[in-house]
């Protein structure tokens, strides 16, 4: 079964750290780029970033540029998004989504999501 | 910056035809992909390349495009099509993906 799992999310205070992971399985992990999106409560869909199958490509929204980092393990089928200085505008529910060859095109698997709440 | 513009809202009968538009100036260059969201779930992908259906999605979803607009058009709505809709294509830079305004869809 084709499955991204996420984990990571929690309360935290306004200008600390969090690390969100993705778990996939189910498909060739390194054939694909892979994203975070993120959704604030009673929000839309904003893109937040995406890799590249290799790590070649990496992007970000201008709203968490310098802020955020994307990595993955091929090794370990997973993704990560490392999120620093946090704001209270970062809180959301935070889905991992497979990608297709590079940047840009579907998304055509999403997670469950894991929720992100900044405040004090 | 730039936006994928959607109507926040759409309301149609059962059995009806429901059309969502997309529109943006980079629309012509770049593909356009649709997702279905309901209440307290993940998005679903229901249409990718403009037009083209992903296996398990429905044949009452089609999708279509004419110059800077984009539509998502459910043939014959049905209950269960009630959602929010999100349109997705890349920014003005044809770079990183955008996701569009979104589309609450009530069927009556």
């Known amino acids: 079964e084709v499955q991204l799992v996420e984990s990571g999310g929690g309360l935290v205070q306004p200008g600390r750290s969090l690390r969100l992971s993705c778990a996939a399985s189910g498909f060739t992990f390194d054939d694909y780029a892979m994203h975070w999106v993120r959704q604030a409560p009673g929000k839309g869909l904003e893109w937040v970033s995406g890799?590249?199958?290799?790590?070649?490509?990496?992007g970000y929204a201008d709203s968490v540029k310098g802020r955020f980092t994307i990595s993955r393990d091929n090794a370990k089928n997973s993704l990560y998004l490392q999120m620093n200085s946090l704001r209270a505008e970062d809180t959301a529910l935070y889905y991992c989504a497979k990608g297709q060859w590079e940047l840009l095109g579907a998304f055509d698997i999403w997670g469950q999501g894991t929720m992100v709440t900044v405040s004090s | 910056s730039y936006e994928l513009t959607q109507p926040p809202s759409v309301s149609v009968s059962p059995g009806q035809t429901a059309r969502i538009t997309c529109s943006a100036d980079?629309?012509?260059?770049?593909?356009a992909y649709w997702y279905q969201q309901k209440p307290g779930q993940a998005p679903v992908l229901v249409i990718y390349k403009d037009s083209e259906r992903p296996s398990g999605i429905p044949e009452r979803f089609s999708g279509s495009s004419s110059g800077t607009t984009v539509t998502l058009t459910i043939s014959g709505v049905q209950a269960e099509d009630e959602a929010d809709y999100y349109c997705q294509s890349a920014d003005s830079s044809g770079t990183y993906p955008v996701f569009g305004t979104g589309t609450k869809v009530t069927v009556l």
């Open positions: 890799i590249s199958w290799n790590s070649g490509s990496t």
């Open positions: 980079a629309l012509p260059k770049q593909y």
